[in-house]
């Protein structure tokens, strides 16, 4: 059983992050003690809590280093609720497009989710349990009535119930049809149009209450059925009060928002247009990161403790252009190096989910095993250097243009080579990469 993400110690979280990501150490050393700050926060008297701010963090670094990644392995080991939004995707209150109150909502929308598979999974066996009972009542006929023959007849209703059921549980029964009635939503109303995005939500959820359910009955086999009642019987044992205010006091205590690209809302100076709204988006974010309330159709949330972690390269503009206030917001600033040669050889080999095993066990779904050798994985890793220096640096994400143009071939031919091994070697790398990287034209195209 692994530790709750309270008991999760820097060191430990440095660790889980290196399994599934290579380098940027400083970065990681950040966000483990940005966590751990969280669980010394829970440990504090309670007037001393409210006090105490996250410490957001800044991540400055080029596209594909793993900023994204590092904040994204972080929720996921970490249980919180998470959401990656772009800053781009934010315009000034006043302009058509998204309000930054909407990654609040979000954000609950997230928590939401977390606390619903929690509690799922505590009423999982009563609902099993309803839904065994339900199809027994499906497949055998009613009780009889009261006669004056009644204890002879329960009797024999009762032996054929055990029967069946025993029938059912032995898996005798899967392909039997029922009939089973099904409740079908009603499609989402969408208003559009700058400020109705909290409007369109509340106005869902009054038709939701007020329109009739649409029920239709389907027939379909007892495995199928099974699937549906335990679904249903589940929705009908969950508490969704319950699940919204606990989801609500999650996002509020454990939330964190990865933003990234926080430097194309920084305003170049002297004009006007566009970047009017990218200061405004500034200012409109001030009071989120800051903490204030935000109206959520399932609550109020108070944003005072979600940690926030901004990203952006910063090629054009410096940390410095944001707005004064909102650099003070975020005291921890993190530089990520440029990806070299030997972190990618490291990231082609050392994380747990890395893309030469991807590609193998892709393969192996064909039959057909592939060997990558010590010197194709350096080969492949100095054309991704390479290009990456030669064209835009776009970082990993290279590599996964690099081996999708290497394998092609192989991935095409896989299923007529059944029980086939492929060497993936220097001079297999060589033969399908060099005369693309050759080609400026060609390889900003294809690589």
Excluded: C
């Excluded at 054009?316 to 004064?324: E, G, I, N």
């Excluded at 991935?411 to 029980?419: D, G, H, T």
């Amino acid at each position: 059983m692994p530790k709750a993400h309270q008991e999760l110690t820097p060191r430990e979280v440095v660790r889980m992050l290196d399994a599934d990501i290579v380098g940027q150490n400083d970065a990681k050393r950040a966000v483990a003690i940005a966590v751990r700050n969280r669980w010394r926060r829970k440990h504090l008297p309670e007037e001393l809590q409210h006090e105490v701010s996250p410490k957001n963090i800044l991540m400055i670094g080029p596209t594909g280093v793993g900023k994204t990644e590092i904040a994204r392995r972080l929720a996921k080991l970490t249980g919180a609720p998470f959401i990656k939004i772009e800053a781009t995707k934010f315009t000034e209150v006043g302009y058509y497009g998204r309000d930054v109150e909407s990654m609040i909502r979000e954000l609950v929308d997230n928590a939401i989710g977390i606390v619903r598979e929690t509690e799922k999974e505590k009423v999982e066996a009563e609902a099993k349990t309803r839904a065994e009972k339900r199809l027994l009542d499906q497949l055998i006929s009613p009780r009889p009535p009261h006669t004056a023959t009644e204890p002879e007849e329960q009797e024999k209703h009762e032996r054929s119930r055990q029967r069946m059921k025993e029938m059912l549980e032995a898996g005798q029964l899967e392909d039997r049809k029922v009939e089973l009635t099904i409740e079908q939503k009603s499609s989402p109303v969408m208003l559009g149009g700058m400020g109705l995005e909290q409007m369109d939500m509340d106005f869902q959820g009054m038709l939701e209450k007020i329109m009739p359910k649409n029920s239709t009955r389907r027939e379909m086999t007892v495995a199928d059925a099974r699937k549906v009642m335990i679904e249903q019987e589940t929705e009908s044992l969950l508490d969704k009060e319950r699940i919204h205010d606990a989801a609500i006091q999650l996002a509020e205590n454990l939330g964190m928002i990865f933003l990234d690209e926080i430097d194309k809302i920084v305003a170049n100076e002297g004009k006007g247009g566009a970047d009017v709204s990218r200061q405004g988006v500034q200012r409109d974010l001030l009071p989120i990161v800051e903490g204030t309330m935000v109206q959520t159709k399932y609550g109020y949330v108070n944003t005072d403790h979600i940690m926030f972690i901004a990203a952006g390269a910063f090629h054009k503009v410096s940390p410095s252009d944001l707005m004064p206030e909102l650099q003070g917001r975020f005291p921890i600033r993190v530089e990520l190096t440029d990806l070299t040669k030997e972190d990618f050889v490291r990231i082609l080999t050392e994380p747990k989910s890395s893309l030469t095993r991807q590609y193998v066990e892709l393969m192996k779904t064909e039959e057909v095993l592939v060997n990558f050798t010590d010197d194709a994985l350096e080969e492949i890793a100095s054309y991704a250097y390479q290009v990456n220096q030669t064209t835009q640096n776009i970082g990993a994400r290279r590599l996964y243009t690099i081996m999708e143009r290497l394998l092609e071939e192989l991935s095409f031919e896989a299923p007529e080579m059944k029980y086939a091994t492929v060497e993936v070697n220097a001079s297999y790398v060589k033969q399908r990469l060099d005369d693309v990287s050759k080609d400026e034209d060609l390889s900003r195209f294809i690589l």
